[in-house]
């Protein structure tokens, strides 16, 4: 089960909503995911975060 609780990037506010009512940027999950040793996007998720800070 995920949380409900979710953070906006700019704005640094908490919210339960895909976009931030303050500011109108999307929002993202306020916690990492759970580690588990049987992670199968593991190596995706990865190499997403590493494009993703490249730009």
């Known amino acids: 089960m ?4 979710r953070k906006c ?9 895909e976009i931030c009512p303050d500011c109108g940027h999307p929002t993202m999950m ?3 995911p759970r580690y588990s040793p049987e992670d199968r996007y593991g190596d995706y998720r990865r190499k997403l975060k590493k494009l993703e800070t490249r730009s």
Do not use: F, G, N, V
């Not at 990037?9 to 909503?17: F, G, H, M, R, V």
């Open 2 to 5: 995920r949380t409900a609780i």
């Open 9 to 17: 990037k700019s704005c640094e506010k908490y919210t339960l909503k």
């Open 30 to 32: 306020a916690l990492p």
